[in-house]
Nanobody, 121 residues
Framework: QVQLVESGGGLVQAGGSLRLSCAAS????????MGWYRQAPGRQRELVAG???????NYADSVKGRFTISRDSARNTVNLQMNSLKPDDTAVYYC???????????????WGQGTQVTVSS
């Protein structure tokens, strides 16, 4: 059973930074891709950033240049460094893992329970 556990959420002022981490029960390199999603109240869950097993990354337009997804092989974690945070970044952030790719699209089937990120103005 795959388990993903997020950490690092919290309350930060606009312009500040947070670093989220996702620990997996198996090797993070066993997945085709891992990613971070977020869901704000009244909004659909959206992909924030993803990274494939080959290290290819992709980002939502709204976070490009501010967020960075990375892998830490020593700690077996996938991290999301979030800089220049805005109130619109407020959401529950979820770690996700994909065992299958369809073309360049990762099919995320494993999910963490989420961590709250709140950015105050």
């Amino acid at each position: 059973q795959v388990q993903l556990v997020e950490s690092g959420g919290g309350l930060v002022q606009a312009g500040g930074s947070l670093r989220l981490s996702c620990a997996a029960s198996g090797s993070i390199f066993s997945f085709k891709a891992m990613g971070w999603y977020r869901q704000a109240p009244g909004r659909q869950r959206e992909l924030v950033a993803g990274i494939t097993s080959g290290g290819i990354t992709n980002y939502a337009d709204s976070v490009k240049g501010r967020f960075t997804i990375s892998r830490d092989s020593a700690r077996n974690t996938v991290n999301l460094q979030m800089n220049s945070l805005k109130p619109d970044d407020t959401a529950v952030y979820y770690c996700a893992a994909a065992s299958t790719m369809v073309g360049v699209t990762a099919l995320y089937t494993y999910w963490g329970q989420g961590t709250q990120v709140t950015v105050s103005s």
